[in-house]
């Protein structure tokens, strides 16, 4: 079972979170207060370690709202699960009705009471299809041997009641447990096609006479499956230094604490016994050395995959009842050891969240969780940080969903992961799958995107310098896609770098200029952005003939903006689920008098009293790119796109033939 949806009401700040998607990592942003953490333990609810419990009025019911609005019946949470193909077969064995069913909503409700809904789940009905036939092989017999009034009782019988199955299948069963009675009777015994036909209808019969204990034990299959959500809002320390007698004692009296538990983790990723150690406290020096090191070379392997920061080395040293974990620096002049708990806080935290993590989750009582991680790594460097998003992506294979307000715990290579939480004083905790909110509440969402770009910046030499975000969503989406059909696309070299609106676009370009880069500017085609276009050359900043405007890649000069290359359906038809539960009930009326695509959006939804934000019909059309290609990529969009790429792939090349300073 994969979670793919959520909701959180009627919880602590949370009045209503809206449905927030998942995927394999989730990150939900926002500022200190905002209700992050609430969040995660709504969710924990659902099936926390250790089993579901009652929740408190007092303690988790929203506190400024009455107590006469409580209900020990209110929903805390709701989560929507994908089936996968095995999910789908044990769920068909044991409930035959949902053999097609896919996914399936669990909720809990504040007394702890679990819901099930398999979604599209058919009604129960009379399978009439096949039921003709098995009369007729039946009847074919029974008319020959004196069992036609027994014969036309279970036709009756299949005729009516067909509205209500249950009543329908026992009313079956007593007209076959009449006719084989009256066969008996007759000393008459059925050919073997008969007899596989009453025992089909018997089994059609009785399948829907068990249909509603089927369910229960269908339902009772998901919560049994669900899987475990695991609330980490801290990090015990793996201990640098353990008595490994004193574990031991205490392991074998059940006595052990945190410590003790995690140096029992430290053991199982490098491979270690604690009872061999133990055994070696006064065994051969030189089996204790190979034991050890082999043990060093597996973590320090892992933790340099890991922690690119610096080259770090683990060995572990036994020495009498003490086992010591030792880090040294290969990068400094003297490759000192230092204990573990003597490193840095940041590495200890990252040592320790490895170590405990990968215990749990390979073969642990992690292993199938979903992983709820409050603010995790805090103590971090900035690219440490990035390790530890790696590390959730390459290393780790459970959903890990997680809070955070670190511009580097963004996962900027896949912005669709982030939720925006912000919170309202009228509405509460309200978290939104798209990039919203107020500037707090952004700002590390925007200082990952800004980071980006500056990487990028110098990692070409040829740099395709566009107003925002979108534009380098489809501009990379749309290339990708002609590579693969074999047509133009973007050259491989060309570095495609957002400005954050064209009013930046003139700071980028000089930026970009002190490096003595190849750049070629893309800009909307409209009065603001040709003034921008103007400024540059005048200011010798950039030479005229290394512009492209996006109506260039129409087949009529126009105004343009990069949307306007897209297929109008196709642009429609994401607009109309982007935003299909706030325009439910209302109409768009586009005014074909503004010239650009995403101008007549903005004044129809303005005239709905809405705000349209074209970011999220282009969060879409990345997901349905990669899901349902054939939604999106029609000729029309691709012959526009192509276009454009073409006059951007000739003025790179004739930068690239005269070998000539873009800025002179």
Not at 159 to 177: C, H, L, Q
Not at 231 to 247: L, M, R
Not at 557 to 565: G, R, S, V
Request: proline content about 4%; glycine content about 6%; some cysteine.
């Amino acid at each position: 079972m994969k979670l793919r949806q959520f909701q959180v009401t009627n919880f602590r700040s949370v009045n209503d979170s809206g449905w927030i998607e998942v995927g394999k990592r989730t990150a939900l942003v926002g500022r200190n207060e905002s209700g992050k953490s609430n969040i995660l333990l709504g969710l924990q609810t659902l099936n926390p370690p250790g089993g579901r419990k009652e929740l408190s009025l007092t303690k988790d019911f929203p506190r400024d709202r009455s107590k006469t609005e409580y209900s020990d019946k209110l929903t805390v949470v709701e989560t929507l699960w994908d089936l996968d193909e095995d999910d789908q077969a044990d769920i068909a064995a044991i409930f035959p009705r949902a053999d097609k069913v896919t996914e399936v909503t669990v909720s809990r409700d504040y007394a702890g009471t679990v819901y099930i809904r398999f979604q599209n789940l058919p009604g129960l009905a009379v399978p009439d299809g096949e039921l003709p036939g098995i009369l007729d092989i039946i009847g074919a017999e029974a008319s020959k041997n004196n069992l036609g009034q027994s014969f036309q009782a279970l036709r009756n019988a299949v005729d009516v009641r067909r509205d209500r199955p249950a009543e329908w299948a026992t009313s079956i069963a007593a007209a076959v447990k009449a006719l084989k009675e009256s066969a008996t009777a007759e000393s008459f015994a059925f050919s073997n096609d008969a007899s596989a036909a009453i025992s089909r209808l018997e089994k059609i019969a009785q399948t829907i006479a068990s249909d509603s204990d089927a369910h229960g034990k269908a339902r009772t299959w998901v919560v049994k499956n669900l899987p475990v959500f695991v609330y980490v809002p801290d990090y015990d320390e793996v201990p640098g230094h353990q008595n490994v007698a004193e574990f031991i004692q205490r392991d074998e009296s059940k006595t052990r604490n945190d410590r003790d538990d995690n140096f029992a983790k430290l053991c199982k990723v490098a491979e270690l016994e604690p009872a061999e150690l133990h055994a070696q406290i006064n065994g051969d020096h030189e089996v204790r050395q190979q034991l050890t090191n082999r043990a060093g070379a597996l973590v320090t392997r892992q933790i340099r995959e890991l922690w690119t920061d610096r080259k770090l080395k683990v060995r572990f040293h036994l020495d009498g009842k003490h086992f010591d974990t030792l880090i040294s620096d290969e990068s400094n002049v003297y490759d000192v050891e230092i204990n573990l708990s003597e490193r840095s806080r940041g590495f200890q935290w990252f040592f320790s969240f490895y170590v405990v993590f990968t215990a749990d989750t390979l073969g642990g009582d992690k292993e199938s969780a979903i992983l709820l991680l409050d603010e995790p790594g805090l103590f971090l460097h900035a690219l440490a940080q990035k390790d530890l998003l790696r590390f959730f992506e390459d290393r780790m294979p459970n959903q890990v969903v997680y809070t955070t307000h670190s511009p580097f715990m963004i996962p900027s290579n896949d912005i669709s992961a982030v939720r925006t939480v912000s919170i309202d004083q009228k509405f509460g905790t309200v978290v939104t799958n798209d990039p919203a909110g107020d500037t707090k509440t952004l700002f590390p969402l925007q200082s990952a995107l800004g980071y980006e770009v500056a990487q990028s910046l110098f990692v070409g030499e040829y740099n395709l310098v566009v107003e925002g975000i979108t534009d380098y969503w489809y501009l990379t989406v749309f290339s990708e896609a002609l590579k693969d059909a074999g047509r133009t696309h973007l050259p491989d070299v060309v570095t495609v770098t957002p400005a954050g609106g064209a009013q930046k676009v003139h700071y980028l370009v000089v930026l970009l200029a002190s490096n003595q880069l190849k750049v070629v500017i893309l800009l909307d085609d409209e009065r603001a952005s040709r003034q921008t276009a103007e400024d540059l050359v005048k200011q010798k900043l950039l030479a005229d003939d290394h512009v492209v405007f996006a109506s260039e890649g129409l087949a009529a000069e126009a105004e343009a903006d990069i949307e306007d290359l897209i297929d109008p359906t196709v642009y429609e038809a994401l607009v109309l689920e982007a935003y299909a539960k706030d325009l439910k009930g209302k109409t768009l009326k586009l005014n074909d008098k503004f010239p650009r695509r995403v101008q007549r959006y903005e004044k129809a939804f303005k005239e709905l009293g809405m705000e349209f934000n074209k970011t999220r019909p282009a969060k879409l059309l990345l997901r349905k790119a990669a899901e349902k290609p054939a939604d999106v990529f029609t000729e029309d969009s691709f012959q526009g796109f192509e276009r454009l790429f073409i006059r951007i792939k000739g003025l790179f090349k004739v930068i690239r033939d005269k070998n000539v300073d873009p800025f002179a």
